[in-house]
């Protein structure tokens, strides 16, 4: 693997780079990856955080009231552009915990990885983890937005520990 190179492919190169990068990154350096027992013990954890999360979602009626929105009312906050906040590592986690990334947009009106039924990626953006809108704020109660911040709180901090891990491992390939 040349080394530096792909971790340099960032925020300010155009999806299309940072799929590329991401994909090519897997292709060289994926089985390496997948049996560091570093990396995997935080995709591990990662993987089982996520899934805490989307549990917390749906007991908290999170799922039930973004499904209205997108199905009643198109939804509104995955649009377009928010895909040029990932970088290519973050990509890469995706390729590592199995998921694909899509080749082109669905809807070129909204986020380049929107699919039919949500949201294609499993590790996603900060800001799309975070994201509590005015109608989420409006119908869920205290404790139900605590137990959901609370959630993603966690999720984001074990993706930050993930992708530091993996720069430092994919430095040394
Ligand atoms: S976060 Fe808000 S705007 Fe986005 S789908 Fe859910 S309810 Fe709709
Ligand atoms: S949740 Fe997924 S589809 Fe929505 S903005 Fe984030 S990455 Fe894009």
Same mark, same amino acid.
């Given at each position: =693997?040349?080394?530096? %190179?792909?971790?340099?492919?960032?925020?300010?190169?155009?999806?299309?780079?940072?799929?590329?990068? +991401?994909?090519? =990154?897997? #292709?060289?350096?994926?089985? !390496? /990856?997948? @049996?560091?027992?570093? !990396? +995997? @013990?935080?995709?591990?954890?990662?993987?089982?955080?996520?899934?805490?999360?989307?549990?917390? =979602?749906?007991?908290?009626?999170?799922?039930?009231?973004?499904?209205?929105?997108?199905?009643? @009312?198109?939804?509104?906050?995955?649009?377009?552009?928010?895909?040029?906040?990932?970088?290519?590592?973050?990509?890469?986690?995706?390729?590592?915990?199995?998921? %694909?990334?899509?080749? %082109?947009?669905?809807?070129?009106? &909204?986020?380049?990885? $929107?699919?039919?039924?949500? &949201? $294609?990626?499993?590790?996603?953006?900060?800001?799309?983890?975070?994201? /509590?809108?005015?109608?989420?704020?409006?119908?869920? %109660?205290? *404790?139900?937005?605590?137990?959901? =911040?609370?959630?993603?709180?966690?999720? &984001? *901090?074990?993706?930050?520990?993930?992708? #530091?891990? $993996?720069?430092?491992?994919?430095?040394? !390939?």
């Amino acid at each position: =693997m040349k080394r530096h %190179s792909k971790l340099l492919i960032g925020v300010n190169h155009t999806i299309d780079e940072k799929i590329a990068s +991401a994909h090519s =990154m897997y #292709e060289e350096a994926g089985r !390496i /990856l997948l @049996t560091n027992p570093i !990396i +995997a @013990t935080y995709l591990q954890e990662y993987q089982n955080t996520i899934t805490t999360s989307w549990l917390v =979602m749906e007991k908290t009626g999170v799922v039930a009231i973004c499904t209205d929105c997108a199905v009643n @009312t198109g939804g509104s906050c995955c649009a377009q552009g928010i895909e040029n906040r990932f970088d290519a590592t973050l990509l890469l986690i995706n390729l590592l915990l199995g998921r %694909s990334l899509p080749a %082109s947009p669905l809807d070129p009106t &909204c986020c380049r990885f $929107l699919g039919e039924k949500g &949201c $294609l990626l499993i590790a996603r953006q900060t800001i799309c983890v975070n994201y /509590l809108c005015k109608r989420l704020q409006d119908e869920l %109660s205290r *404790d139900q937005l605590l137990a959901v =911040m609370e959630t993603n709180e966690r999720e &984001c *901090d074990l993706n930050f520990r993930l992708e #530091e891990a $993996l720069k430092a491992c994919l430095f040394h !390939i």
